[in-house]
């Protein structure tokens, strides 16, 4: 059976072959060990990181470019978002003010109801019979 470090070993090779992302956690996936296995091995971490840090530098090359274009069209988005945002706050603002405005026509029916059932009661000399 290999030991933990050949199955690094092994496993760092296959990835850099196949050319998928390398980092310490595929590695260890990848060799089928425990997470944290290639802490014990830093000269093997260091290799490790080493091809993570060059796998990255080409993508550090074209970010200002990306970046530079993001930004342009963001700035479309957020002008558009921002109105949009400021409509809705109004909107909101019109629906708060309609539903205290139903609140209190609750509480008012309710008050009204309130004093209806008490001037009804069935004891009370205001209830008139229709039978009668």
Partial sequence: ?????????????????????????????????????????SVLREIVLAEKARQQQPNRDRAPDAKGKCK??????FDALEARNRKLNAENSQFKAEITAMADSIA???WELHR?????????????SIKG
């Avoid at 209806?116 to 008139?128: C, F, L, Q």
């Fill in 108 to 110: 008012q029916l309710t």
């Fill in 72 to 77: 342009t069209v963001a700035k479309d988005r």
């Fill in 116 to 128: 209806y059932k008490t001037a009804t009661r069935k004891d009370s000399p205001n209830v008139h």
């Fill in 1 to 41: 059976m290999p030991s933990v470090k050949t199955e690094l070993e092994n496993a760092l090779e296959a990835l850099k072959k196949e050319k998928k992302k390398i980092n310490p956690s595929a590695v260890e996936k990848r060799a089928g060990v425990a997470n944290g296995s290639l802490k014990n091995h």
